[in-house]
Every structure is written in structure tokens, then in C-alpha cells.
């Protein structure tokens, strides 16, 4: 569909708000008698309630750790590299997670994974070997195939993690996720239902069968079509890894969020 025929649902939705407020502006301008006066809005002096959480942690998990046993957040990162090289290998954590930092960064990019960027340098991840590859030019292209290639070995390390090894090392660790998530501006905020927010939003990505377009308006391609463009930055790396790719994410993902949460997940 070309842009005049997107834009006309817009359109006639914006052409009745104008009409339906002239109209109102009509009706009070001639109305017999003035409209009566709004009533003084009540006051709640009550405090704000704090927000509730949705998915607290099994209990058994909340109970299974000590926080006195935890290092401070700043002194994380190698006990934390320690248990997850025992979950996924040294080689793995060596090549895949950068050295400083871990779970401040994990804790903003899963926090942004639903926005519509992700900050490139607060990412937890190296980038990814190989130059992005797509087919045609700026005008007419298409997601190359070859480029899921790219995302193979990373994905190959995530198809063997055991969730329940590595649910339990969040488990451990969680109050320092917790922690720092409140320090990222969410004070009354609970990490553990974030989590279970992203996770579902990632086993909501589309899965395309077909050539995927892009357009390359700058340097950096887009998907063309606007629905995708629009889509979380989750979403839309789940799409440039490939459909098999992300079958497996999802897969491990799912079982994830039912052990984080006791509860089978949405999707």
C-alpha cells in the first residue's frame, strides 16, 4: 500500500476529532444557558501506593541465596563470570561477555530492549564478527540469508545453556540486578517483572518466511516496511538473526520465564 493509502485511516480519524470539536464548540457557543460549573476535583491525601509486582521470585529462589554473600555490585563481575563460565563454558563468557560492567549492562540493554534503540556501548555483548550483509542497493534490497550465518555461534551457546543452571545464577545474584535496576531510575521498581516484560515481548516477534526489504535512507539500513521499522529494537534483532535463530532464542526463552516465574509464559 503506497503512503496516501496509510495515511487515509489517519486522516479520517483526525477529520472527525476536528469535526466532533467544532460541533462542541457549537453547541456550548449557543446553548441556552451556560454549561454548570465542573466540580472541585477532590484531593487524595492519601500516599501512592507502592506498585505492585506482578511476578515475584519462586519463593524457593528468594529463599535459596544470601545477600550477606554477595559481593557490592561494583566488585560483581568476576564472581558472577566465575558462575556463569560454569554454566556455559570459559570460552563462551571470554568470547561473548565483555569484562566490566556485566550487570549494569545486561540490566539496561534488557531494559531497553523494548524501546527503540539499544545503546550500542552499554551493551553487555561484543559486537558480532562479519559486515552486515544485504542484497541489491540503497534503493531495493533484501536481507541477505547469509547474514543469520553470523549469529550462529552465538546462538549454538545459547541452544546449550541449561535454563534451571542459569535461573539459579540469577537467582544468586539477584539483589544486585535488583539494585542496580533501582539505580537506573526505577526506584519502586521490580527487575523481575521487567524481565518477564521483555521476555514476552521477544516471544511476540513475527516470524517472517520471506524476503525481508530493506531501504537505506543513510548509512544504516531499515526495514521498509514501516510496521517492522516500528517494532521494538528486541524484536527487529530477533527478525535480522534469521527465523531459525530466533526459534531457538525463543525456545530457551520460554523455558526461562516459566522458572523465573513459576508460570507458563503468554506466548
Not at 495515511?7 to 457549537?26: D, T
Not at 545459547?158 to 540469577?170: G, P, T
Not at 515481548?201 to 518466511?209: F, N, V
Not at 517492522?228 to 525463543?250: D, F, H, T, V, Y
Amino acid at each position: 500500500m503506497d503512503a496516501s493509502g496509510v495515511n487515509k485511516p489517519i486522516i479520517a480519524v483526525a477529520a472527525a476529532v476536528v469535526v466532533l470539536a467544532a460541533a462542541g464548540v457549537y453547541f456550548f457557543r449557543h446553548s441556552a444557558a451556560p454549561p454548570p460549573a465542573a466540580p472541585a476535583p477532590m484531593v487524595n491525601t492519601e500516599p501512592a501506593a507502592e506498585p505492585a509486582i506482578e511476578h515475584p521470585l519462586p519463593a524457593e529462589a528468594a529463599a535459596s541465596g544470601s545477600a550477606a554473600a554477595l559481593p557490592d555490585l561494583a566488585d560483581s563481575d568476576a564472581p558472577l563470570r566465575d558462575a556463569l563460565a560454569r554454566v556455559g563454558g570459559a570460552d563462551a563468557v571470554k568470547d561473548y561477555l565483555l569484562p566490566e560492567n556485566v550487570i549494569r549492562r545486561l540490566v539496561v540493554t534488557i531494559d531497553n530492549l523494548p524501546r527503540q534503540k539499544v545503546a550500542v556501548e552499554r551493551r553487555p555483548t561484543p559486537p558480532i564478527a562479519g559486515p552486515f550483509l544485504a542484497e541489491g542497493d540503497e534503493l531495493h534490497a533484501t536481507l541477505d540469508t547469509q547474514n543469520y550465518e553470523r549469529y550462529k555461534p552465538l546462538v549454538a551457546v545459547i541452544r546449550k545453556l541449561d535454563m534451571q543452571q542459569l535461573a539459579a545464577v540469577y537467582f544468586h545474584f539477584y539483589p544486585l540486578f535488583q539494585q542496580s535496576y533501582q539505580n537506573l531510575g526505577y526506584p519502586s521498581g521490580y527487575f523481575n517483572d521487567r524481565l518477564v516484560q521483555v521476555i514476552d515481548m521477544l516471544l511476540a516477534t513475527p516470524r517472517l518466511t520471506g524476503p525481508v526489504e530493506l531501504v537505506r535512507p543513510n548509512v544504516m539500513y531499515t526495514y521498509a516496511d514501516p510496521a517492522l521499522e516500528a517494532r521494538p529494537a528486541g524484536q527487529k534483532l530477533l527478525i535480522r538473526m534469521g527465523p531459525e535463530n530466533a526459534a531457538l532464542i525463543k525456545t530457551q526463552l520460554t523455558e526461562l520465564r516459566a522458572i523465573i516465574t513459576a508460570t507458563p509464559p503468554k506466548h
